[in-house]
Nanobody, 121 residues
Framework: QVQLVESGGGLVQAGGSLRLSCAASGRTFSNYDMGWFRQAPGKERQFVAAVGWSGTRTLYADSVKGRFTISRDNSKNTGNLQMNSLKPEDTAVYYC??????????????WGQGTQVTVSS
């Protein structure tokens, strides 16, 4: 089992920045690829970004490409999502996940509880 805890969410004005963190414990975090997803009310969970187990491979949804940066530090068992130039449509609960490379929620085996990001216009 891998336990994941997100932090760093909050309320920010459009154009602002937030940095989300994901702290992992349990089984070896570096064995897993890591992803960030988000879910807005009434909508399906949506892929945001992924980083491979070594940190060298990344993938982004088109909607966040150039604005968000995903990273991880296996020595600290943490992952991060730096979000810049935030837009109101980025408002959602953000989840980190650990599992296998992909853009689908089913690619990931372990999930955090989520952190709310609200972007005001």
């Amino acid at each position: 089992q891998v336990q994941l805890v997100e932090s760093g969410g909050g309320l920010v004005q459009a154009g602002g920045s937030l940095r989300l963190s994901c702290a992992a414990s349990g089984r070896t975090f570096s064995n897993y690829d890591m992803g960030w997803f988000r879910q807005a009310p009434g909508k399906e969970r949506q892929f945001v970004a992924a980083v491979g187990w070594s940190g060298t491979r990344t993938l982004y949804a088109d909607s966040v490409k150039g604005r968000f940066t995903i990273s991880r530090d296996n020595s600290k068992n943490t992952g991060n999502l730096q979000m810049n130039s935030l837009k109101p449509e980025d408002t959602a609960v953000y989840y980190c996940a650990a599992g296998h490379w992909g853009m689908r929620p089913n690619d990931y085996d372990y999930w955090g509880q989520g952190t709310q990001v609200t972007v005001s216009s």
